[in-house]
């Protein structure tokens, strides 16, 4: 069993910058990667970033440039780094990880832009 808790949500202006956290309890994001997903009001949840266990990272089209995943040391934090924020931006974001063949996801934060 793993729990994951997303945290650093917030509101901010368009241009402005949020840094997600998501803390495991098991250090997991070292050996199987992680991803970052959101899911606006009305629509489906989408990828938005992954790093796997090798730490490459790979973006959806709509946040390259401005949004970075990363990872903490100890494999159980993982990071989304957001700049340059549009409204387009607003939705609840989950961070995602594997352990031992089963999809664990956190309860989410929201974030909301505003122009």
């Known amino acids: 069993q793993v729990q994951l808790v997303e945290s650093g949500g917030g509101s901010v202006q368009a241009g402005g910058s949020l840094r997600l956290s998501c803390a495991a309890s098991r250090s997991i994001f070292s050996i199987n990667g992680a991803d970052w997903y959101r899911q606006a009001p009305g629509k489906q949840r989408e990828s938005v970033a992954e790093?796997?266990?090798?730490?490459?990272?790979s973006y959806a089209d709509s946040v390259k440039g401005r949004f970075t995943i990363s990872r903490g040391n100890a494999g159980n934090t993982v990071y989304l780094q957001m700049n340059s924020l549009k409204p387009e931006d607003t939705a609840v974001y989950y961070c995602?990880?594997?352990?031992?063949?089963?999809?664990?996801w956190g309860q989410g934060t929201q974030v909301t832009v505003s122009s």
């Open positions: 995602n990880g594997n352990y031992l063949g089963r999809n664990y």
């Open positions: 790093i796997t266990s090798l730490g490459r990272t």
